[in-house]
């Protein structure tokens, strides 16, 4: 099966710039789920979905990030205006099932702000 | 909250050695248990899982992992390492239900030939 597609791979910006992240996980997971991972750091949940809905977006700086999930499959992650403490990269990650099946991860987005 | 401790941040190792990266965790809750790599620039893979009944886990690349409850632990174990094993390993845990993963901040493994 396809894994988990994520564009671009590499981003780079100037801090106050807006940037968005695509995701598309695999067909027929209903839960999908955006980490952040800074470097030297494990990822931390910024969003999870279910289907098109939010369930969890408790660590998602709502003042500058944003995330969509139109249809309940693709999903777009934004950032506006970005700061320098935002260079990270972005793992999209989907599964079948919320919980304990164990996510697919996508090779994620590396974002550099400068 | 859930919560996992890595308590080695880099482990070196010669090739052929075996190797112990250790986690233990924090719920007040029943558990599932991750062990992911990550090769540089790259997403994290899953290497194995314990949801429930036996104890000792075996996943992929030779890899186990034993869940022990008393001491809070889930220990990622390799006999014999090779160079290619070298990347970052990241524990995980969350609960049943609609809870989402959360990581410990990693291990980085380093095969010294």
């Known amino acids: 099966e396809a894994g988990v597609a994520q564009s671009p791979r590499y981003k780079i910006i100037e801090k106050r710039q807006s940037v968005a992240f695509w995701c598309n996980p695999i067909?027929?997971?209903?839960?999908l789920y955006w980490y952040q991972q800074i470097l030297g750091q494990g990822p931390k949940l910024l969003i999870q979905?279910?289907?098109?809905?939010?369930?969890?977006d408790s660590q998602l700086p709502k003042d500058r990030f944003s995330a969509e999930r139109l249809k309940g499959v693709d999903s777009t992650l934004k950032i506006q205006p970005a700061k320098l403490e935002d260079s990270a990269v972005y793992l999209c990650?989907?599964?079948?099932?919320?919980?304990?099946?164990?996510?697919?991860f996508g090779s994620g987005t590396r974002l550099t702000v400068v | 909250a859930q919560s996992v401790t890595q308590l080695d941040s880099q482990v070196p190792v010669f090739e052929e050695a075996p190797v112990e990266l250790r986690c233990n965790y924090s719920?007040?809750?029943?558990?599932?248990l991750f062990w992911y790599v990550q090769y540089p620039n790259q997403g994290l893979q899953l290497l194995l899982k314990?949801?429930?009944?036996?104890?000792l886990v075996k996943g992929i690349n030779g890899f186990e992992a034993e869940f022990n409850k008393s001491q809070t632990s889930f220990h990622l174990r390799k006999p014999s390492v090779h160079i290619s094993d070298t990347a970052e390993y990241f524990c995980?845990?969350?609960?049943?239900?609609?809870?989402?993963?959360?990581f410990g901040k990693g291990t980085r493994l380093s095969v010294i030939a």
């Open positions: 990650a989907s599964s079948q099932t919320p919980g304990g099946g164990g996510y697919t």
């Open positions: 067909s027929g997971h209903a839960t």
């Open positions: 979905f279910q289907n098109n809905g939010v369930v969890d």
């Open positions: 719920s007040s809750v029943s558990v599932y």
């Open positions: 314990y949801l429930s009944g036996s104890t």
């Open positions: 995980a845990v969350t609960s049943p239900g609609n809870t989402p993963l959360v």
